[in-house]
């Protein structure tokens, strides 16, 4: 029999067994967590953990009602991994279908690439859906930022524009791109097997500044629409408006024409990108006599009614013969505002000296920045009178031998406009982060400098608004408002001769309203117009067209009353329209019923109420807002209360400025908004 | 050499454990201690787990705030979109017949409040509209 191990001894050899299992678990766990411990640490922080960088969002831009002009949405951009997708040329054909690429040129790419390869940037959610539809191996997306132009062509050179990495190409964009961006953020994410997140850290991207614009869309538009319709009838070459605020210098409306939509950028020329109204220079003409005139009465060297012989339209300068457009002979010195005489404004000028009429044109701004916040401002050109030759003290007095730009030509006539203080023009009213405010900013003083005395400022004025009663300005007399201007027809220069040419002209107008308390500056400006080339003729109307809407739009009181009496001009609405829509608008009949009037002729023509019917306004027997400039609070509340006039407050301290202006007839119940400060 | 083994019976039926009330409270402390330290680490456990899926529940709730924000976006978009003064003038011209008041065409008639002008038919009647907000404030 053989001899059975002892139970002792098979216990052992389990102990011993057991003994060694569990000392090779051991020596692994300590392999595993002190040995291996960093590289294993380090392979799942790169399994389980993602730093993906945070796009901050772009800044908005807006007007000054806070109306979005630019803002930036996260669209899908669609990338592949080339060796994930399976039938590259198939994949190609299909994106391609969708995308309106090339799909030779993308099948090419997907086949060559070896790793991540674009297919489309920013598409559409359309596309988007459709390409996901497809559910194509290896197509994947991702979401970027793009930038959209809710209103179009409206100010699209002042906005700019957005390129496709995000970054500000022009105008504001570009000017106030590092802001606009705000700073990157990051996250680390923790994923689990399924990629799914369930914890990160965040460093938060700061968005970008966002920047309240002085412009006002709705001014933009009227500026922009009576733009075109001005160089659709003179079929010039360009044409530029610009609307400020001659209290403060806010420029109201900038628009250019030919112009381009920033939502599709890249099918225009560059040269339609850039802003005229800063960048472009011109000889401004009979526009700058306004310069000249206001130093000589500036200076006391001359007086309005000062009688100045004009040598029957001719004077010798400098050895060379200048013709005036006329043969006048006496006149006085608003007169040759009126008239528009060369020979005038030169003698003018011979009275000031080249030093002294240097100085005043610095002083209003020439040759210089203006300072306004957008890139390729063009400072003009406007040489020191060490350089002038013995003619140019007469070129520079009638607006030759000097390049200015339109944003120029505007701060000056508003500085006139505001009692002689020159304001910088302002394009740029607030800036915020984040969500917008909940209110329109309160507009604000700037500081300006005096150019000229008010008095002087004041027989300006007056001399300006003569010229559009009775001189070259007759096209710029509005209804219901007084106006005041000076039109000017400048020569352009003959690139091929050098000379002055008989055929190509700069026509402008540059104007404010109303004369006793101006609201708005206008100056329109029209290059090479074809046919009618004077700018009386061609550029005065549009400042008519342009300041007879912004004035009713901004609510500003009528300061001469609308002669009574006249017919109406309207045309007929077409009953189709009405049919469709009349439940949706209103309930009021057609405006063609019981008033049949034809349309007027001239569209300058006054017009007044049908005889089939009237809209009635009866504010005229309501409650003249006082003028609550400069009180506190409580007494601006009293007054309201005591009224009965609802008040709404924005700021502290004393009132500032208020809306509607004082005067104006409101009825029982009304709203006044008034801005306090310090 | 044959080896003889005798067997002997023994009884302990008879044999009772003693009680020991000290080994007996010991054994209850290591029960009670091992099911503490059970607890603690379940409690760790399950603490480590809601973590987790407290996590997902965050991050859900990012995911949806940042599409809402996103969508609010776009709503502004819209609406700014919506809102362009081109649009508007378009279809206030074209799909709706209307046309810009001509300049006078608007009257401040100075008559007494509720009574129409002229004794012709009243086609609307509105007071002025309260005090546009923005705007160039006064004038000067």
């Not at chain 1, 412009?215 to 009576?226: C, G």
């Not at chain 1, 003083?445 to 004041?458: E, F, L, M, S, Y």
């Amino acid at each position: 029999m053989r001899a059975s191990v002892p139970s002792s001894r098979r216990v052992w050899l389990l102990e011993a067994a057991l003994a060694v299992w569990v000392l090779a678990v051991l020596v692994r766990l300590f392999c595993l967590q002190v040995l291996d411990y960093h590289q294993l640490e380090s392979r799942a922080e790169r399994q389980q953990s993602r730093t993906v960088e945070v796009d901050a969002p772009r800044g908005m831009l807006l007007d000054r009602h806070l109306h979005p002009l630019a803002m930036s949405l996260q669209v899908d951009s669609v990338f592949a991994m080339a060796p994930q997708v399976e039938q590259p040329r198939q994949t190609a054909r299909r994106l391609a279908r969708i995308l309106g690429l090339d799909a030779r040129d993308l099948a090419g790419r997907l086949e060559t690439s070896r790793g991540f390869c674009w297919i489309a940037r920013k598409i559409t959610a359309e596309q988007a859906r459709r390409i996901r539809a497809l559910h194509l191996p290896g197509v994947y997306f991702e979401k970027e930022s793009k930038r959209f132009y809710p209103k179009g062509v409206l100010a699209a050179p002042v906005l700019g524009y957005v390129g496709v990495d995000g970054r500000g190409l022009g105008g504001l964009e570009l000017e106030f791109d590092r802001e606009l961006r705000g700073t990157p953020g990051q996250e680390l994410v923790e994923v689990d097997a399924r990629g799914r997140a369930y914890h990160q850290v965040e460093q938060a991207a700061q968005p970008g500044e966002s920047l309240v614009l002085t412009i006002d869309q709705n001014v933009e538009y009227i500026a922009q629409q009576e733009l075109d319709k001005a160089m659709a009838s003179t079929h010039a070459r360009r044409g530029t408006v610009i609307v400020e605020n001659p209290g403060n210098g806010q420029i109201l409306a900038i628009a250019n024409a030919p112009t381009f939509n920033p939502n599709d950028y890249n099918s225009t020329p560059l040269a339609r990108m850039t802003d005229a109204a800063i960048s472009d220079v011109y000889e401004p003409g009979s526009v700058f006599k306004l310069v000249t005139l206001s130093a000589a009465l500036d200076e006391h060297l001359a007086r309005p009614d000062e009688i100045i012989n004009c040598q029957m339209g001719s004077i010798e300068v400098g050895g060379r013969v200048i013709h005036d457009h006329a043969r006048y002979g006496l006149l006085s010195v608003s007169q040759i505002l009126v008239h528009s005489s060369d020979v005038g404004a030169i003698k003018i000028g011979l009275r000031l000296g080249d030093q002294r009429l240097y100085d005043y044109i610095r002083a209003y701004g020439f040759g210089q920045p203006t300072g306004i916040a957008l890139p390729g401002e063009s400072r003009g050109l406007v040489r020191p009178p060490q350089r002038w030759t013995k003619m140019s003290i007469g070129a520079v007095s009638m607006g030759q031998e000097i390049a200015v730009t339109p944003i120029q030509v505007a701060a000056m006539v508003s500085a006139i406009a505001d009692g002689g203080v020159y304001h910088a023009p302002r394009i740029i009213l607030d800036r915020f982060r984040g969500d917008p405010p909940p209110s329109v900013p309160s507009p604000g003083d700037t500081a300006g400098r005096r150019v000229i005395g008010a008095a002087i400022a004041a027989e300006m004025q007056a001399m300006m608004a003569q010229v559009v009663l009775q001189g070259t300005g007759r096209e710029a007399q509005l209804v219901g408002y007084t106006s005041a201007g000076k039109t000017g027809t400048a020569q352009k220069v003959d690139p091929g001769t050098h000379a002055y040419s008989a055929d190509h002209y700069v026509a402008s107008f540059a104007g404010f309203a109303p004369v006793s308390n101006p609201a708005i500056v206008i100056l329109v400006e029209l290059d090479s117009p074809q046919g009618l080339h004077e700018g009386g003729e061609v550029a005065a109307p549009v400042f008519r067209a342009i300041a007879q809407r912004v004035l009713a739009y901004l609510n500003v009181p009528h300061d001469v009353p609308v002669l009574p009496g006249l017919e109406r001009a309207h045309a007929p609405v077409p009953p189709a329209a009405l049919a469709d829509d009349s439940e949706e608008i209103s309930d009021l009949p057609p405006a063609s019923a019981g008033a049949a009037d034809p349309p007027a002729e001239t569209p300058s023509a006054p017009v007044g109420a049908a005889s089939g019917g009237a809209v009635v306004l009866d504010y005229e027997g309501g409650i003249a807002v006082p003028d609550f400039r400069g009180q506190s609070l409580r007494d601006v509340a009293e007054k309201c209360q005591a009224l009965g006039l609802e008040l709404q407050v924005q700021g502290e301290g004393a009132a500032q400025s208020q809306l509607p202006s004082p005067g104006t007839r409101m009825p029982a119940g009304g709203t006044v908004k008034v801005w306090f400060g310090t | 050499m044959t080896d003889f083994h005798y067997r002997q019976f023994i009884d302990n039926s008879r044999v009772v454990r003693v009680p020991d009330p000290r080994r007996r409270r010991e054994q209850r402390l290591l029960l009670a201690a091992i099911a503490c330290l059970a607890v603690l680490l379940f409690g760790y456990a399950w603490q480590n787990f809601e973590i987790i899926r407290l996590g997902y529940q965050v991050e859900n709730a990012r995911q949806t705030e940042s599409g809402l924000a996103e969508w609010n976006r776009a709503l502004r978009l819209e609406q700014a979109s919506l809102r362009d003064p081109i649009r508007i003038y378009a279809l206030a011209e074209n799909r709706l017949g209307m046309e810009s008041a001509q300049p006078g065409q608007v009257e401040a008639l100075v008559i007494p409040p509720q009574t129409p002008a002229g004794g012709g038919a009243v086609l609307a009647s509105a007071s002025r509209p309260a005090a546009v907000a923005g705007g160039v404030g006064s004038a000067r």
